[in-house]
């Protein structure tokens, strides 16, 4: 009988070589349970019994009561069987890890502050959530610009925000013995003085006081009631206090302009001053923007945003930007400004410019909006150009465009403002030279250049032109001169043809000679089918020609032309006639 036992036991000839035999306890009555490997359960799990014998899991497994493998990372098998069971497993385990846990929305908060060449300025937000800003709008023509390193001037400066009754205090310290100081503020309460303070101008809260020593300046407010806001600020300038030359005002909403009373004195210090009470409490920031007709570049020195007290923290209430150019232009300037951004019933704007003495030259500053003017332009090295060079190429009846108040030969202009234009060169108002010696290096003789000094265009003709005045030679025009001309039949006479074109004597010039002083008349002599045209066509009927006339001084050079036509329709001709001085 076969030993059905060798259906289900190996012999020991057939173990593999590389099989490693695990040492186990006995199993006794009463004994415990059979040892664990010492291993997280998690990266483990019991095998099946064909994963248990297959011959490249069994060799890598620990020593343990049962068999096991790790599933992170799975060992190479050769058995297809074993590794997709590996693969199936671990994709099973990354399926099911929990994903970490969602924010709750109680993470607190982030605020973002940003200059006024950005919108908004100011806004806060719950986390999770974005921030985002853009440029805001600015006035047309305007360029980026980075501001001037300057020094010295603004010593110090501190602002102050507060609500409801309170007194909001602002201070400052100077940092030299002698100082001035600047003190601004708004509320949509009613205006106060602080004390000790002079205020500026009646429709603005502005202030100045002459400071000494370097002791902490303080300057105290309130504003007024419960449900007010107020922003104030605190400037500290190097020097004595400037005098205030001129002021002007104006209450609005958006957009406008404000222009001084009188012209700037260049070399002055100008003080733009913008604030705004918002009606609301459900409207952003406003960017504020300004420019002036004198293309001064200003600088801001303070972008105030107070929130109403019972607002979100990003819903402003009060807001105020000042802004100062050293150094201005001369001359009258008016000032656009713009309040960018989402309106809102009933706000109310205030725009005050000042002109003050020159302040001692303002530091720092961040990039901003502004014109260009002319001192982003290389100046003309003097000493590069020659006596007379400017007037010569730049001049005209509009004085700014000449340096010398004549007249330019080169380039001319009706007036003021208007287009400039070029002209033929003219050389006569450069002192020692009348006229151009050379043309493409090559020297010029008499007058150098010929000049077109008379021109006649006469249409329709049907009858002898006497003698008529061409060119009124001048004192001190006498000489040489060309006569060009050209005529041409433009209507045929009727039939039959009995017409001649220059009739009997023909087109002729008469002038003064220069060296006889005599009368002539050229040409002397008539030759037909040259001076005059008997075809009566409008297709051959021409005659042309060029005389040389050396006319003299305060004499008139004339033309004459003949004329013979019969018939019921004339004939008719055109007369072209160019004068030229040689």
């Given at each position: 009988m076969p030993d059905q036992n060798?259906?289900?036991?190996?012999?020991?000839?057939?173990?593999?070589?590389?099989?490693?035999?695990?040492?186990?306890?006995?199993?006794?009555?009463?004994?415990?349970?059979?040892?664990?490997?010492?291993?997280?359960?998690?990266?483990?799990?019991?095998?099946?019994?064909?994963?248990?014998?297959?011959t490249d899991i069994a060799k890598s497994q620990l020593p343990g009561a049962n068999p096991a493998y790790r599933l992170m990372p799975a060992s190479i098998a050769g058995n297809p069987a074993t590794n997709a069971s590996i693969q199936?497993?671990?994709?099973?385990?990354?399926?099911?890890?929990?994903?970490?846990p969602a924010s709750s929305g109680s993470g607190g908060s982030v605020s973002l502050d940003v200059p006024s060449i950005f919108t908004p300025?100011?806004?806060?937000?719950?986390?999770?959530?974005?921030?985002?800003?853009?440029?805001?709008?600015?006035?047309?023509?305007?360029v980026f610009l980075t501001p001037s390193t300057l020094s010295g001037g603004l010593e110090a400066q501190n602002t102050g925000s507060g609500s409801g009754v309170g007194s909001v205090t602002t201070t400052a310290s100077p940092t030299t013995g002698t100082s001035w100081g600047l003190f601004s503020y708004i509320?949509?309460?009613s205006p106060g003085t602080p004390s000790g303070w002079t205020q500026l101008f009646a429709s603005s809260p502005v202030f100045v006081q002459s400071l000494s020593g370097t002791s902490p300046v303080s300057v105290s407010v309130s504003p007024g009631a419960a449900g007010n806001n107020l922003a104030s600020a605190l400037f500290i300038f190097n020097g004595t206090l400037p005098t205030l030359v001129q002021a002007a005002h104006a209450t609005t909403v958006y957009s406008g302009t404000v222009s001084f009373a009188s012209n700037n004195t260049a070399g002055n210090t100008l003080v733009i001053v913008m604030t705004i009470n918002r009606s609301g409490t459900a409207a952003p920031p406003l960017t504020m923007t300004l420019l002036d007709s004198a293309a001064n570049n200003y600088q801001q020195i303070l972008n105030q945003t107070v929130p109403g007290a019972n607002s979100p923290t990003f819903f402003p209430d009060?807001?105020?930007?000042?802004?100062?150019?050293?150094?201005?232009?001369?001359?009258?300037?008016?000032?656009?400004?713009?309040?960018?951004?989402?309106?809102?019933?009933?706000?109310?704007?205030?725009?005050?410019?000042?002109?003050?003495?020159?302040?001692?030259?303002?530091?720092?500053?961040?990039?901003?909006?502004?014109?260009?003017?002319?001192?982003?332009?290389?100046g003309i090295d003097a000493s590069k150009v020659t006596t007379g060079i400017l007037s010569l190429l730049v001049g005209g009846t509009g004085a700014n465009l000449s340096t010398t108040g004549g007249v330019s030969k080169f380039l001319s202009q009706a007036s003021a403002g208007a287009p400039i234009t070029v002209v033929?060169?003219?050389?006569s108002d450069l002192a020692g030279i009348n006229i151009a010696t050379k043309y493409k290096n090559i020297s010029l003789v008499s007058n150098g250049l010929a000049s077109e000094v008379a021109l006649v265009d006469l249409t329709t003709q049907a009858a002898a032109i006497t003698a008529t005045t061409l060119y009124a030679v001048p004192g001190a025009g006498a000489g040489m001169y060309r006569i060009s001309w050209v005529a041409t039949v433009t209507q045929a006479a009727a039939t039959p043809p009995t017409s001649v074109l220059g009739g009997t004597n023909g087109f002729q010039i008469l002038y003064t000679d220069k060296d006889t002083s005599v009368v002539k008349t050229m040409p002397g002599t008539v030759v037909a089918g040259v001076d005059t045209n008997s075809t009566?066509?409008?297709?051959?009927?021409?005659?042309?020609g060029c005389f040389i006339v050396n006319a003299a001084a305060s004499t008139n050079i004339q033309y004459q032309m003949d004329y013979s036509s019969s018939g019921a329709t004339p004939m008719q001709f055109n007369l072209h006639i160019k004068l030229e001085a040689l």
């Open positions: 060798s259906k289900y036991i190996m012999n020991e000839s057939e173990l593999p070589d590389d099989l490693e035999f695990v040492e186990r306890q006995p199993v006794t009555a009463g004994s415990g349970a059979a040892p664990t490997q010492d291993r997280d359960r998690y990266q483990g799990a019991i095998l099946s019994a064909p994963l248990g014998l297959d199936s497993t671990a994709r099973k385990v990354v399926a099911a890890t929990p994903p970490p300025v100011a806004q806060t937000i719950t986390l999770p959530g974005t921030l985002t800003i853009g440029l805001a709008t600015q006035l047309a023509n305007l509320t949509n309460g009060v807001q105020q930007s000042i802004w100062v150019v050293t150094n201005c232009a001369g001359g009258p300037n008016t000032i656009s400004y713009l309040y960018s951004g989402a309106a809102s019933g009933g706000d109310i704007g205030n725009v005050t410019i000042y002109e003050f003495s020159p302040f001692t030259t303002l530091g720092g500053g961040i990039p901003f909006f502004g014109q260009l003017n002319g001192s982003y332009i290389a033929r060169p003219d050389y009566n066509s409008t297709s051959t009927g021409t005659l042309s």
